[in-house]
């Protein structure tokens, strides 16, 4: 089966500037999530979508960043504007079924590196 | 609240030597599920297991090995022989089962370099 898809592989910003990342989860996965992962640590978990609806964002900082999965499937997440501490890779990741079960794990993308300068 | 601890940042082994990476969580939930993911150098994490907490019994699967202990909060991992292609960072990760589903809090991971 295709895995995560994410795009761009690699962005190059500078700060105050806007940038967006796309994801395009496993066919069928009900459940997709972002994570940042700041070099050296490990991922996480800004926002969790089941479907079209947002299950969890208390991570995320709402201030410059956004994030949506209109019709159930692809998402796209925003930050306005960048900041240097943004700086890391934005891993997608999505899951058969969400809440309430671990019996479907995480498929993670490959990620999009962002340097903000 | 949630947390995972990696205490090491890194660890170099030369080719067919064993080695075991520590996990240490800490959790107020009864059920939880514990992980463990690869992160080779192109940069996907790949799953490798998952633990719920109602299993103590070790697993084994081919050269990688899990012992989790209930009673020290610990996850660890062992990879026999270990070769090349097994260098990698590699997490430890913690989900609370019933509130969260599989939203994972992870620990700073540890890097593996297994020389030639």
């Known amino acids: 089966e295709a895995g995560v898809a994410q795009s761009p592989r690699y962005k190059i910003i500078e700060k105050r500037q806007s940038v967006a990342f796309w994801c395009n989860p496993i066919?069928?996965?009900?459940?997709l999530y972002w994570y940042q992962q700041i070099l050296g640590q490990g991922p996480k978990l800004l926002i969790q979508?089941?479907?079209?609806?947002?299950?969890?964002d208390s991570q995320l900082p709402k201030d410059r960043f956004s994030a949506e999965r209109l019709k159930g499937v692809d998402s796209t997440l925003k930050i306005q504007p960048a900041k240097l501490e943004d700086s890391a890779v934005y891993l997608c990741?999505?899951?058969?079924?969400?809440?309430?079960?671990?019996?479907?794990?995480?498929?993670f993308g490959n990620g999009t590196r962002l340097t903000v300068t | 609240a949630q947390k995972v601890t990696q205490a090491q940042t890194e660890i170099s082994v030369v080719e067919k030597e064993d080695v075991t990476l520590d996990c240490v969580y800490e959790?107020?939930?009864?059920?939880?599920?514990l992980f463990w993911y690869k992160q080779p150098p192109s940069g996907e994490l790949v799953f490798l297991i998952r633990?719920?907490?109602?299993?103590?019994q070790n697993e084994i699967s081919g050269r990688y090995s899990w012992n989790f202990q209930k009673s020290t909060s610990s996850f660890n991992f062992t990879i026999t022989a270990s070769q090349v292609v097994d260098s990698a960072v590699y997490f430890c990760?913690?989900?609370?089962?019933?509130?969260?589903?599989?939203?994972?809090?992870f620990g700073g991971g540890t890097r593996l370099m297994v020389k030639p």
């Open positions: 066919s069928g996965h009900a459940t």
């Open positions: 990760a913690l989900s609370d089962l019933y509130n969260a589903g599989n939203m994972l809090t």
């Open positions: 959790t107020r939930d009864t059920t939880y599920y």
């Open positions: 979508f089941q479907n079209n609806g947002v299950v969890d």
């Open positions: 633990r719920n907490s109602f299993d103590e």
């Open positions: 990741a999505s899951s058969l079924v969400g809440r309430g079960t671990g019996d479907s794990p995480l498929h």
